[in-house]
C-alpha cells in the first residue's frame, strides 16, 4: 500500500489531526507535513505511514481512568504568569528536567502571528517559552527526530495527538524506552491557524502582533490584546475556522494520556489535574512541591463529565 491510500482515506477526507506520524516514520522521508501531510518525495509503497495512522487503523480504544483529579496552580512566579491556566504543565516539565527524570520535553511555541510549532525544550528557558495554549495544531511526533539516542521525553499534546503517540508506543519498543511521560491538554475544538488567525481575527482588523493571549471561557474565544482591551467571539462565529477532524473526535479529556490538564471544572487561575497512571503519580510526586493544590467537589467534577459525555454523544 502507498502514500496515495492514506491520502485518499484519512487526508483528503479530512481525518487527518495532523499529528505527523506518518511523516515521521516514512523511511524515505517522502511525506511533509505543516498543515497537512504531503508527498514531496519518492514513494516506494511500503505501507509503513499507513501502519503508523491511528486513524486509518481505526484505533478508538479510550480508557477513562482516574486515578486522581484535582486543581492546582505554580508556585513558580515565571510559569504561574506565563501559564495558560494554573502554569500546571510548565511546573511538571521543568520538575521533572530538574530532578533528571527526563532529557527534554517536547513543547508547542508560537505567538498567534505564526503557525505554532514544535520544539525540543534541553532546557528550563526552553520549557518556560512553550507556556501558554496556541490555538492551532503542530505535528508534535516529527520532533522525535530530534531525539539523540538514549535521550528519555515527555510530550505534552491534545487528545489526539496523545491517542497517536500511545499507538506508536503500543507498537514499537523504541518509542516505549525514549517517550517517559505523556501530558494530555482537554480539548474541545481546535481551529486550522490561518483561517483563524489570518482570516477571521486579522479580518476584524486585530494586528496579530498585538495579541498577547487568547483563551476560551463557558463558548467565547477571548483574545486579549497587549493594550488591556479583550475581544470576544461567540463560538458559533467560529466555526468555519474548526479543523475538520475535531468533528469526528471524542475524546475530550484525553483519556490515553498519564496526566491530563485544563481549565474546566476550576476557578480562574487553577488548572484541573487528572492523574491516570503510574507514570503520571510519578510525575506528580516529584511536581508538588512546586504547586499549591485544592480538591474538588463533585459538583465540579461533573463539569469534566459533562463535557466528556458531551464530545463522545456528539462525535461517536
Ligand atoms: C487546542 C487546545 C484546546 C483546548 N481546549 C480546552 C477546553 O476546551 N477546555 C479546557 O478545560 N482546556 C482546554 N485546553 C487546555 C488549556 O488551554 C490549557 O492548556 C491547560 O489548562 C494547561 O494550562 P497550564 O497553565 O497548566 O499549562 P501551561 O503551563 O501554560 O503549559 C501549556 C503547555 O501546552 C503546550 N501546548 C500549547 N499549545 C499547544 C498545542 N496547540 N498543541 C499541543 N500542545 C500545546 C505547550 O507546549 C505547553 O507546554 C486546550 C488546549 C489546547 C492546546
Ligand atoms: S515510502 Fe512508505 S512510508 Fe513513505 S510515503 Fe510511501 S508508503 Fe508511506
Ligand atoms: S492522522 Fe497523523 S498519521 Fe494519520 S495521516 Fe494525519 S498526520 Fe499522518
Ligand atoms: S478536538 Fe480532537 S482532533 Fe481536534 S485538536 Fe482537539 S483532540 Fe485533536
Redesign the pocket.
Known sequence: MSFEKLNEDVIESGLC?GCGACAYVCPTNAISITKKPRLTGRCEGCGTCIESCYIFKGETSNSLDRLKIFAAYSKIEEAKKKGQDGGVVTTILTSLLNKDMIDCAAVVVGNNKDRPNVNLARSIEEIFEASGTKYG?APIISVLDELDKNERVAMVG???QIKALRSLMKNNSKYRESIKYLIGLF????FDFNRLFKGKISGEDIKLEDIEKCDIDKGVFQVFLINGKKIEFNLNELKGCV?N??NY?S?FEAELADISVGSVASEGGYSTIIIRSSNGLEAFDVSKESLNFVSLNQEDISIVDKLTSLKKDDNV
Open positions: 489531526t495544531t491534545t487528545p489526539c480539548c474541545m475544538k481546535n479543523r477532524s475535531c473526535c475524546d
